[in-house]
């Protein structure tokens, strides 16, 4: 690692140009944080069957995740312990067992080697499993972790479930998956969304239906007061939790935060115009009007769930320079397409704020890229989070 990169890094500043180009350090983040962390995996409705299964990358390594004839799930280095082909080639499918193409040793569900032709008598299958990954799941979201001794789960769970709990995403189907395949470094997307800075000169659609950046605008806090006031009353009603109803979007944990947030008055969801986007409401809804539930991690998750929809977000780093942001919509099991809602509708807002994002993050990569950048400091209020998010990120890299 280069140490020198972490001594010229100043707190309350952003991060050293080489942060977001330099492969040693690329290959670091791998280690220390992508593959020792709660990784966003999918939804568990992408593996809902028995023998479904989904593969993607986790830190470089190649990871299977596949449920099992039980139900349960598992995840395995998708890594065959013979020659190291990769066992499941597709992204998705269903297999009673896992054959690896080149020489077919065939695994359970659960990792075991069942079968491996003419190894010969004296072969031990038992010792050539599939290598174990761990795996957590709650309300609908799968996370893996290739760590030998990883963090508990129960504390990204008990802090997320008690504001996802209730928006029905175990109950839902995927509308629409969409890949954004972007080149910049993964922390230029992960700071972006850390903070609302930005937002109003970039996001108006965003802006005019969210209260973020209006927090410290005179003009609005009696009805931002009046509006808190009377959703978490109708929201506790309704039996959601409220302990975290605010329009701050403030860390409430170390790498993962969630909270519920009305929409502006007369709105119900994030759509270009506030109004619902899929007539079938999730979670069994009945009224409309539950706010967003917002959640996010440092390593590569985050989620704006509505009453009508869901949008989430994967994010895996390829190289220093490409990222792929695979982002989700989800809507009720029982909503039809074309009848009740049209995937690009769905899609439109978050759609538009991702856009107007990458632009920026474009170019704002022309910049810490040229040899000539020098890390500014953050805003003190407005930025706090991104300045979190990077203080929490040196820690993990030079702990
Ligand atoms: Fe998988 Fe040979 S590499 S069976
Ligand atoms: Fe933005």
Redesign the pocket.
Known sequence: MNVHCLNTYRPGHGLPGSFYTDPEIFAEEQRRIFRNSWFFAGHSIEVAGRGDYLTLDVGGVPVVVVRDQDGGLHAHHNI??????L?CTKEKGRAARLV??????TYGHDGRLIG?PMMGEGFDKEAHGLKPAHVGEFDGLIFVNLSETPSPFHELRDHLSPVLASQGMTRAKVALIRDYDLDVNWKIVVENNRECYHCEGNHHGYVSVQYDTENDNPALKGEIAERLGECRRRWERAGLDVARVNTSSNNTAEWFRANRTPVRKGMVTESPDGQLVCKVLMAGFTDPDMGTARANTNINFWCHANSDYAHTVRITPVSPTRTIVRAYWLVDENAVEGRDYDPEAIAAFHHQVMSEDWDICRRQWRGVTSPSFEPGPYAPDKEANVDRYVRWYVGRMSA
Do not use: I
């Open positions: 065959c312990r013979h020659r190291g082909s066992v690896c193409p080149y020489h077919a040793w491996a």
